[in-house]
C-alpha cells in the first residue's frame, strides 16, 4: 500500500472547496446591485475590513454572543471553531517550523504526525506537542457537548433543534469523525514509534500495548482524510454552509449593505448564513404562547432555502422583530420576511442533490398582481396649521385616547388641527406589511399632500404603526413625532404642568415603537414624571407582541386571545395598579386579555393634568344631579 | 314528637332568592337568606316598569317583599356568601366577617351582573356626557325626567342593542335575553314622555322570544312611532355642537349611515355576578358557557349542581326574564325538598 | 330565455338569485382560504367602521353575503378598495378574520377570471 495516497480524499475536498468559495463569493459579487458592488469594494479597503475580521473573531470564532446568552452552548460553539482554527494555524507553523521543508502544502500541515512518527520528544519541540494535545483535547470536549446537545436537547436550554436531511446527517456524521479519527491516527502512529505528548503518547502507548499500532494507523489516516474530504464536499449543500457564508456576510454587512426590498445576493447570503441554531424558534410568541410550531424564522429561511412553497409560513407570522433581535448571525428577518410576501406565489421547486450546488438557480415565483387600488380617493385641501395630529384608523376605536390627546394638547397651549377628524385614509403601513408597497404607495402619496398643503411642521400620532410609515415611507417636511415624544417635549418645554399619580404602571413597548422605531425611552420618561414605573420582565427590545399585530393576514382570533393572554400575564406579574401602552391596536387587545386596567400612555398623562379642566366636567356631573332632583 | 325544622341556606336576595326563600318557608322550612346588599331585591330595585306589559316594578316588588315577611325566614343583610363545604351530612355557609351557617341545603341565587360598559370602549361610556346605560335611564325613570348631562331634554335618543353581549370580543358570546325588549319597552316610555323626541333602535336581531313581547314590538312602532334600523353600532364621537354621531351601517339599506344623537342607550348585557363567581370558584362549583353556571343536565337537571344539596335558582345559571326567573326559582325549591325529603 | 320558459313568464335574470345554478367556487375558495368566513352574521359593524367604505362604496358584509350567495359580478370592483387597515378585525363581534375574507376573496375573482379556480 503506498502510504501517501490516502491524503487524496483531503486534497481533492479542500481544493474543490476552495474553488467553489471563490466562484460562488465571484457570483454573487456579481449580482450585487452597482452601489453595494461600491460599498463592498470600499469597505474591503477600509475600516470596515479591520471591524469584520475583529467580528469574525469575536463572533464565528469566539462565539461571544452565544456564549452570553449560554455559557455551556457557546463553550460548545467556541471549542469547535476556535480549536478548529488554532489547529490549522499552529499545525502550518508546526509543519512549516519543524519540517524538513517550507511552505508545505496544506497536507503536510494536516497529516503532520504521519509524515514525522518521531517528532517531538525532547525540549521545545515536546513543549510544542503538548500544546497541539491540547487544542485536540480542546475540540474534542466539545464535540463530546454536541454530541450530547444531539440526543438531549433541553440540556443546553433550548427547546427544539431543527430537523435534518440526510445530506445534513452525512455532513454532520463526517463533521464527528474528524477529530476522533484524527485523535487514534495520531494516537496508533504514536504508539507505534513511541512518541507523542499527554494524550496522543499515553493513548497510542495503551493501545499499542495489546494492537498492532503500525498496521492500524493507516486505517485511520484514511479515516480522517475521508471524513476531511466528505465534509469539504458536502459543506455547500448541507447546513455547515452557513460557516463560510456568515464570514461573507460580516464583510457585507459591515460594509454597509442592507436588505433593501427585494430580493438579491444580499438576501441569499443571509438565506445560506443561518446556522439553523434555533435561537429565533425559541423567543417566537407564535410557537410557545399559540402553539403553531411550523413559521418560526429558521423553518422560513429553512424554506428559502429549498426553494420550498413557504407562502403560507411566509404570512403566518406576527413581525414582531422579536427574532431578528436575538438572531446570532444578524440575519433581517423582517425584510427578509416582507421581500417575501411581496413576491407573488411560489411553487414547490425542491432542488435534486447536485442542483444544490447550482449558482444560478431562479427562484419559482409568480409575480404578484397588483390587487387593490385607490384611485377612488378624492384629493382634499386641508386648512393650514403648524401642528397636525393624526390619530389613525384604530384610534378613532379609542376614543379616550383622542379625548386625553385633545385635553393634553389644549392644557398646553397647542393650536393644533386634527387632521383625520372624521376619519382618514388609511396610512398605508398595514398594506407594506402585507407585502403590497405598490398599492400602499397610493396611500401615501394622497396623505403627504394632505400634510403638505397644510404647511405643517409636526406631524404628531397616537398610533406606532402611523408613526413608523410616516417616518421611513413619507417624503414630508415636517417632523414626526409619535404622541409619547410629543408629551415629552411638552413637559420638558414646561408647557405642560402635571400632578404626581400615585399609582404603579408598568409600560409594555409596542412592537412598532419600539423594536420598530427604536422609541424606548420617550415613554419611560414621561410616565416617570407622572407615575411609578415598574420594570417588567420582558421590555425594552426584548418586549412582547400583544398578539394583535397587523402584520399577520392569517392569525385566527383565538390564537391572538392566547398570545395576548400570555403576554399580558407576564407584563402584570408585579400586578401593577395599570398596564400601559402607547398604541391604541395594544389596548384594545390587552382590554381583552387581563383584568388589570389597560391604559394609552396619553391617558396617563391627561388624568395627571391639574384640577381646572376635571373641575369643569364635575360640574356638569353636579347640575346632572340638581336637575335630577328637581324632577 | 315534632322533628327540628329543616335549615336551608339562600345566597342571594334577588328575584330568585326571595323567592325561593318565600316558597320554602311556606312549606315548613326554616329559611336564611343571605343577601350581599343592604336590602333584598337585587336588580328588581332598580327597574321602574315591567315589560311586557309595564306594570309598576313596585308591584312585583311589594309581592316579593311580602314573600318574605315570614316567621320562618332570617333575613341576613350586608352579608356575602363566600364559601359552600360538606360538613358531614350538614352543608356549612362561610359568609363574610367569617361566621358560619350550618344548613340541610343551599340554594345558589347569586344573579346577574351588568356588562361595564367602559368595556366597550369605542361607544365612548365614560368619556362621553351623554352616553348612558340601560339601567341608568331606569333611574331617569324613576326620577320622573329624561334629561341629558346639560339638563335639558334630548331632541333624539338611541338605544344600542347588543352592548357586551354577543361579542366575542368582550368574551361574551351569549345572547342575554331581556334586552332587547327591555330597550322596545325604553323606547315606549322615552316616546310617551317627550312626544317630541324620535327615538331609534339599533339592532342585529330582534329577539322577542316571550308572550305580549312581539305584541309590544308592534305596539312601539304602531302606537309610538318608534324606528329600527338593523345593524350594529361600530363607534361614536362627538361633533363640535357636543352632539354625538354614531357610525353604523343600515344594513337592510345596505349602506354605512351616521346620526346625531343626543342621548345614547347601552343596551347592557348580563354577566355572571362577581361575587357568585367567587364563591363558586371557592366551593368548586363549575363554571359552563360564558362564565354562567354549569347545571346538571340542560334539559332535567337545570336546578341542580355538582355539589349534593346545593341547587341553583335563577340567573346564576343563565339570562332570564323576572317570569323565568321565579319559575326557575320554584323548581329550585321543588328540587331542594325532594332532596332532603329522600335524605 | 330559458329562465323564461322555467317559470312561465318573464323575469329579469338579474334581480334572481338562482341558487341553484349559483357559482360556489368563489364561496367554496374564501371559506378554504379563510374557515372564519362562516361565522359572520351579518352585522354590519365593519361596513361601519370600514376606513374605505368611507370614501367610496365598499361594503365588508355585504360582500359577506353576495359570496354566500354566489353572486360575484357586483364585487368585482369593490374588492380592491380594501386598505387593510384593521379596524373591522377589532369591531367583528363574531371574530370574523375579516381582512384576510377580502385578501382572499380578491384573490378568488382573480383566479376565476383566469380560470384557476
Ligand atoms: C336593564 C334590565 C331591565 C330589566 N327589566 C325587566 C323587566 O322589565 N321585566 C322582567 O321580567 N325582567 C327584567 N329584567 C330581568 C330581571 O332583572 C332579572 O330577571 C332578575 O333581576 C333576576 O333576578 P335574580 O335574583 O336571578 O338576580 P339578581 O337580581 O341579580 O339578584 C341577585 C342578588 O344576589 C346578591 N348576591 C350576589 N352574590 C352574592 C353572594 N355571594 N352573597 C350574597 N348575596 C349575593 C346580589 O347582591 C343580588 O341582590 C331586566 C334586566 C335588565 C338588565
Ligand atoms: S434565523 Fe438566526 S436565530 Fe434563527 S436559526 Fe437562523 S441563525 Fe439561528
Ligand atoms: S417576527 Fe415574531 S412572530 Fe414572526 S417569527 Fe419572529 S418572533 Fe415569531
Ligand atoms: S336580547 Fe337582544 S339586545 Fe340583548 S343580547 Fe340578545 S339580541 Fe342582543
Ligand atoms: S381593513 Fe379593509 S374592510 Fe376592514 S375597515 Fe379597513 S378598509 Fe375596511
Ligand atoms: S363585523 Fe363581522 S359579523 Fe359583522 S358583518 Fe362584519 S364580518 Fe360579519
Redesign the pocket.
Known amino acids: 500500500m503506498n502510504s501517501e495516497l490516502f491524503i487524496i480524499p483531503f486534497n481533492l475536498g479542500l481544493y474543490f472547496i476552495l474553488i467553489y468559495s471563490v466562484v460562488r463569493s465571484t457570483v454573487w459579487f456579481r449580482d450585487l446591485s452597482r452601489s453595494d458592488k461600491l460599498r463592498l469594494q470600499r469597505g474591503f479597503f477600509g475600516r470596515p475590513f479591520m471591524q469584520s475580521i475583529r467580528e469574525i473573531f469575536m463572533e464565528s470564532l469566539l462565539h461571544r454572543k452565544i456564549f452570553r446568552k449560554n455559557p455551556v452552548l457557546g463553550y460548545m460553539h467556541m471549542s469547535l471553531a476556535f480549536g478548529w482554527f488554532l489547529l490549522i494555524v499552529f499545525g502550518t507553523i508546526e509543519a512549516d517550523f519543524f519540517g524538513e521543508r517550507h511552505l508545505n502544502p496544506p497536507s503536510h500541515a494536516i497529516f503532520f504526525r504521519w509524515f514525522n512518527p518521531g517528532h517531538g520528544d525532547t525540549g521545545f519541540a515536546s513543549v510544542y506537542n503538548f500544546w497541539m494535545d491540547l487544542l485536540l483535547a480542546f475540540i474534542l470536549s466539545g464535540l463530546l457537548l454536541a454530541m450530547i446537545k444531539r440526543f438531549i436537547p433541553g440540556m443546553m436550554g433550548m427547546k427544539k433543534t431543527t430537523r435534518h436531511t440526510w445530506v445534513d446527517r452525512l455532513a454532520l456524521i463526517s463533521l464527528w469523525l474528524i477529530f476522533p479519527a484524527r485523535l487514534f491516527a495520531e494516537s496508533f502512529t504514536c504508539g507505534a514509534n513511541g512518541s507523542g505528548s499527554f494524550l496522543t503518547g499515553n493513548l497510542g502507548a495503551t493501545l499499542a500495548s495489546f494492537l498492532p499500532a503500525a498496521q492500524i494507523a493507516p486505517w485511520f489516516w484514511w479515516l480522517y482524510s475521508l471524513a476531511l474530504g466528505t465534509f469539504f464536499f458536502l459543506l455547500p449543500v448541507s447546513r455547515y454552509f452557513h460557516i463560510p457564508v456568515e464570514l461573507f456576510l460580516i464583510f457585507m454587512r459591515n460594509s454597509g449593505i442592507t436588505t433593501g426590498d427585494r430580493s438579491s445576493s444580499y438576501t441569499e447570503v443571509q438565506t445560506h448564513a443561518c446556522s439553523s441554531c434555533g435561537v429565533c424558534i425559541s423567543v417566537c410568541q407564535m410557537s410557545y404562547a399559540a402553539g403553531i410550531h411550523n413559521i418560526q424564522s429558521a423553518y422560513f429561511i429553512k424554506g428559502l432555502r429549498n426553494d420550498r412553497d413557504i407562502s403560507a409560513i411566509t404570512a403566518n407570522c406576527l413581525m414582531c422583530g422579536r427574532c431578528e433581535e436575538v438572531c446570532p448571525v444578524g440575519i433581517e428577518l423582517g425584510p427578509m420576511r416582507l421581500i417575501e410576501r411581496r413576491q407573488g406565489e411560489r411553487q414547490d421547486s425542491i432542488p435534486g442533490f447536485l442542483e444544490r450546488y447550482s449558482l444560478t438557480r431562479k427562484r419559482s415565483t409568480i409575480e404578484r398582481l397588483p390587487t387593490q387600488s385607490y384611485s377612488y380617493l378624492e384629493r382634499e385641501d386641508p386648512a393650514r396649521a403648524d401642528v397636525l395630529f393624526f390619530a389613525g384608523c384604530m384610534t378613532h376605536l379609542t376614543p379616550s385616547v383622542i379625548a386625553a390627546m385633545k385635553k393634553i394638547m389644549e392644557s398646553a397651549g397647542v393650536r393644533y388641527r386634527f387632521m383625520d377628524e372624521k376619519g382618514g385614509v388609511c396610512c398605508g403601513r398595514p398594506l407594506m406589511l402585507a407585502g403590497r408597497d405598490r398599492e400602499a404607495r397610493e396611500l401615501i402619496n394622497h396623505n403627504s399632500d394632505i400634510i403638505w398643503k397644510s404647511g405643517a411642521k409636526i406631524l404628531v400620532t397616537s398610533c406606532p404603526i402611523c408613526y413608523k410609515v410616516f417616518r421611513e415611507s413619507y417624503y414630508l417636511e415636517a417632523q414626526v413625532m409619535h404622541h409619547s415624544e410629543f408629551m415629552k417635549n411638552l413637559i420638558e418645554e414646561g408647557s405642560l404642568r402635571l400632578g404626581y399619580l400615585h399609582r404603579k404602571v408598568v409600560y409594555h413597548d409596542p412592537c412598532e415603537l419600539g423594536r420598530g422605531s427604536g422609541i424606548y425611552e420617550d415613554p419611560r420618561s414621561v410616565i416617570s414624571y407622572v407615575a411609578e414605573l415598574q420594570q417588567a420582565t420582558q421590555e425594552k427590545n426584548m418586549s412582547l407582541c400583544c398578539g394583535g399585530s397587523l402584520g399577520n393576514l392569517t392569525l385566527a382570533s383565538g390564537k391572538r386571545a392566547l398570545i395576548a393572554a400570555d403576554a399580558a400575564k407576564i407584563l402584570t406579574q408585579s400586578s401593577p395598579d395599570e398596564l400601559i401602552t402607547a398604541c391604541p391596536l395594544c389596548k384594545k387587545t390587552f382590554v381583552q386579555a387581563t383584568d388589570t386596567k389597560v391604559s394609552d400612555i396619553a391617558e396617563l398623562v391627561a388624568a395627571a393634568l391639574p384640577e381646572p379642566a376635571r373641575k369643569a366636567r364635575s360640574r356638569i356631573r353636579r347640575m346632572t344631579a340638581r336637575t335630577l332632583a328637581d324632577g | 314528637m315534632k322533628e327540628a325544622l329543616k335549615h336551608i341556606v339562600v345566597a342571594g336576595g334577588g328575584v330568585a332568592g326571595m323567592e325561593a326563600a318565600g316558597a320554602l318557608a311556606e312549606m315548613g322550612f326554616r329559611v336564611t337568606l343571605v343577601e350581599k346588599n343592604n336590602d333584598p331585591g337585587g336588580h328588581l330595585g332598580r327597574w321602574h316598569a315591567l315589560f311586557p306589559d309595564r306594570r309598576p316594578a313596585d308591584e312585583v316588588r311589594h309581592y316579593l317583599r311580602k314573600r318574605i315577611e315570614h316567621r320562618n325566614i332570617n333575613v341576613i343583610t350586608g352579608t356575602t356568601v363566600e364559601k359552600i363545604r360538606h360538613h358531614g351530612h350538614e352543608v356549612a355557609v362561610d359568609l363574610s366577617g367569617g361566621t358560619e351557617e350550618r344548613a340541610d341545603a343551599v340554594i345558589m341565587a347569586t344573579g346577574f351582573d351588568l356588562f361595564d360598559a367602559r368595556r366597550k370602549e369605542e361607544y365612548g361610556y365614560g368619556i362621553y356626557d351623554n352616553v348612558i346605560t340601560s339601567a341608568e335611564l331606569e333611574d331617569l325613570f324613576n326620577n320622573g325626567r329624561i334629561v341629558k348631562a346639560d339638563g335639558k331634554e334630548p331632541a333624539r335618543v338611541g338605544f344600542i ?2 352592548v357586551g ?2 361579542d366575542e370580543k368582550v368574551n361574551n358570546n ?8 327591555t ?1 322596545v319597552k325604553q323606547a315606549i316610555e322615552v316616546r310617551k314622555m317627550i312626544p317630541s323626541c324620535e327615538v331609534f333602535c339599533f ?5 322577542m322570544y316571550g308572550p305580549y313581547y312581539e305584541e309590544l314590538y308592534r305596539e312601539s312602532q304602531e302606537v309610538h312611532n318608534v324606528n329600527f334600523i338593523r345593524g350594529k353600532v361600530s363607534e361614536a364621537s362627538v361633533n363640535i355642537n357636543n352632539r354625538l354621531v354614531i357610525k353604523v351601517e343600515d344594513t337592510l339599506a345596505g349602506r354605512p349611515l351616521k346620526m346625531e344623537l343626543d342621548l345614547m342607550v347601552l ?1 347592557v ?1 348580563m354577566e355572571m355576578s362577581a361575587p357568585g363567581a367567587k364563591c363558586a370558584a371557592a366551593s368548586g362549583l363549575p363554571a359552563g358557557i360564558n362564565r354562567f353556571l354549569e347545571t346538571a343536565d340542560h334539559h332535567f337537571g337545570n336546578n341542580l349542581s355538582s355539589m349534593k344539596g346545593v341547587f341553583y335558582a335563577g340567573t346564576c345559571t343563565a339570562p332570564m326574564n323576572i317570569t323565568d326567573t321565579i319559575s326557575h326559582a320554584r323548581a329550585a325549591v321543588e328540587e331542594t325538598v325532594r332532596y332532603l325529603n329522600r335524605r | 330565455m330559458d329562465q323564461a320558459n322555467k317559470f312561465g313568464f318573464t323575469i329579469n335574470r338579474s334581480r334572481l338569485i338562482d341558487y341553484d345554478r349559483s357559482d360556489r367556487k368563489v364561496r367554496d375558495y374564501v371559506t378554504l382560504m379563510e374557515p372564519s368566513f362562516r361565522l359572520c352574521f351579518a352585522c354590519g359593524g365593519c361596513a361601519a367602521t370600514c376606513t374605505a367604505g368611507y370614501h367610496k362604496s365598499f361594503n365588508l358584509r355585504r360582500m359577506n353575503t353576495l359570496i354566500r350567495r354566489g353572486e360575484i359580478e357586483p364585487l368585482r370592483e369593490e374588492v380592491t378598495r380594501c386598505m387593510l387597515c384593521g379596524k373591522c378585525l377589532l369591531v367583528c363581534p363574531r371574530g370574523v378574520n375579516t381582512r384576510n375574507v377580502v385578501a382572499a376573496a380578491a384573490a378568488a375573482i382573480r383566479k376565476l377570471d383566469r380560470n384557476e379556480l
Open positions: 342593542h347588543c353581549s354577543r351569549h345572547c342575554s335575553k331581556v334586552c332587547c325588549v330597550a339592532y342585529m336581531d330582534m329577539r343596551m348585557g
